[in-house]
């Protein structure tokens, strides 16, 4: 029985352990997408709320140029961080992230979307 129970607590502690970071949940444009309008700006949705101070996003285009405006922001809910785009032209760019949820725990990372000519 002992074992069972501590088993059992084992594994809850690790799918709770799943949970401690800021995941992202999804994006706009979408991860690996191709569109035909350039988008306004980039918004990231994660699964955890964020530390304004702490999280940052970046838009390049292929030769590595930042192409935002440096404007990154959290929405509302403070799960959506989001940056102003400038005109783009049609090639792939990069999305660049790098975040610190509430709960302390920084997770980053980068997709591509492409620009449609």
């Known amino acids: 029985m002992k074992s069972r129970t501590l088993l059992a607590v084992l594994l809850l502690g690790q799918s709770?352990?799943?949970?401690?970071h800021a995941f992202l949940d999804h994006a706009t444009p979408p991860v690996g997408s191709t569109v035909s309008t350039p988008?306004?700006?980039v918004s990231l949705r994660f699964t955890q709320r964020?530390?304004?101070a702490f999280s940052r996003v970046q838009v390049q285009d292929a030769a590595g140029?930042?192409?935002d405006r440096d404007d990154a922001h959290l929405?509302?809910?403070a799960t959506i961080l989001?940056?102003?785009?400038?005109?783009?032209?049609?090639?792939?760019?990069?999305?660049?992230?790098?975040v610190l949820s509430v709960d302390t725990h920084v997770t980053e990372g980068d997709y591509t979307f492409?620009?449609?000519p």
């Open 39 to 41: 988008p306004a700006q």
């Open 75 to 77: 929405g509302d809910d």
């Open 114 to 116: 492409t620009v449609r």
């Open 65 to 67: 140029k930042r192409v």
């Open 50 to 52: 964020l530390e304004p």
């Open 82 to 98: 989001a940056v102003s785009l400038g005109p783009l032209a049609a090639g792939r760019y990069v999305v660049k992230w790098r």
């Open 16 to 20: 709770l352990g799943a949970h401690a």
